[in-house]
């Protein structure tokens, strides 16, 4: 008979709650974080060298906003690991605040500041 092994996954009876919540932690921000990693690089190296030959010259000024989408996939890759923690120790009721406090927040400086509104009338 062999000897039972050690570790979380192998014997979840026996294992420490601290443990349990930090190995959960470590593998949604690694998978989180690596995915929108990996998008994030995509989006910022390889979509701009493939936009004009694809659509043509016509569409090459959306390449200059491509880096603020790689940068939003990091954010969202953030989020994505933040959410799954929360839900996981049973704090929904924080993120929905914190999701609806940041948003607030934006259209509130944004429908004060007025500053886009102009820039969405022009296409």
């Given at each position: 008979?062999?000897?039972?092994?050690?570790g979380l996954?192998?014997?979840?009876?026996?294992a420490d709650p601290v443990t349990s919540i930090t190995a959960d932690l470590l593998a949604h921000f690694a998978g989180a974080l690596s995915v929108s990693g990996v998008l994030a690089v995509g989006v910022f190296c390889l979509?701009?060298?493939?936009?004009?030959?694809?659509f043509g010259d016509r569409f090459e000024p959306a390449t200059r906003l491509l880096p603020l989408f790689a940068v939003l996939a990091i954010v969202?890759?953030?989020?994505?690991?933040?959410y799954?923690?929360?839900?996981?120790?049973?704090?929904?009721?924080?993120?929905?605040?914190?999701?609806?406090?940041?948003?607030?927040?934006?259209i509130w400086r944004v429908g004060c500041s007025?500053?886009?509104?102009?820039?969405l009338s022009t296409c």
């Open positions: 008979m062999a000897a039972p092994t050690k996954r192998s014997n979840p009876q026996n979509v701009p060298l493939v936009i004009p030959p694809l969202k890759g953030l989020e994505i690991a933040m799954r923690l929360l839900y996981s120790v049973h704090k929904q009721t924080t993120y929905l605040w914190s999701v609806c406090r940041s948003s607030s927040t934006w007025g500053d886009c509104l102009p820039h």
